[in-house]
């Protein structure tokens, strides 16, 4: 079953901005303390680009510190990704990933489909 559904990825040139969208249950939102974003390239390591907890505050890989923003919005249980200033470089695709806690003692690792960002130059 798909538990984290992504969209916003497209087509921009450089120097545009996308947000990305991650719409999940409000089970599986409620109950994930941690929320992120990954994107991946080919012949490259997936890699962080942004996490944010329920509480508390967020993180950034370096290469997107200040151009990106990860947002929670806890009424549509949607995670967001707003991307500022794009880069050819920042070209991937991109993954939501969840820590849903359905318990207190245990924690599943959730991925989305991915979306393709690409940025021209």
């Known amino acids: 079953q798909v538990h984290l559904v992504e969209s916003g990825g497209g087509l921009v040139q450089a120097g545009g901005s996308l947000r990305l969208s991650c719409a999940a249950s409000?089970?599986?939102?409620?109950?994930?303390?941690?929320m992120a974003w990954y994107r991946q390239v080919p012949g490259k390591e997936r890699e962080l680009v942004a996490h944010?907890?329920?509480?508390?505050?967020?993180g950034y890989e370096d290469s997107v510190k200040g151009r990106f923003t990860i947002s929670r919005d806890n009424v549509k249980n949607t995670v967001y990704l707003q991307m500022n200033r794009l880069k050819p470089e920042d070209s991937a695709v991109y993954y939501c990933?969840?820590?849903?806690?359905?318990?207190?003692?245990?924690?599943?690792?959730?991925w989305g489909q991915g979306t393709q960002v690409t940025v021209s130059s």
């Open positions: 990933w969840a820590d849903w806690c359905p318990s207190v003692d245990q924690c599943t690792t959730l």
């Open positions: 409000s089970s599986i939102f409620s109950r994930s303390p941690m």
């Open positions: 944010i907890p329920s509480f508390g505050i967020s």
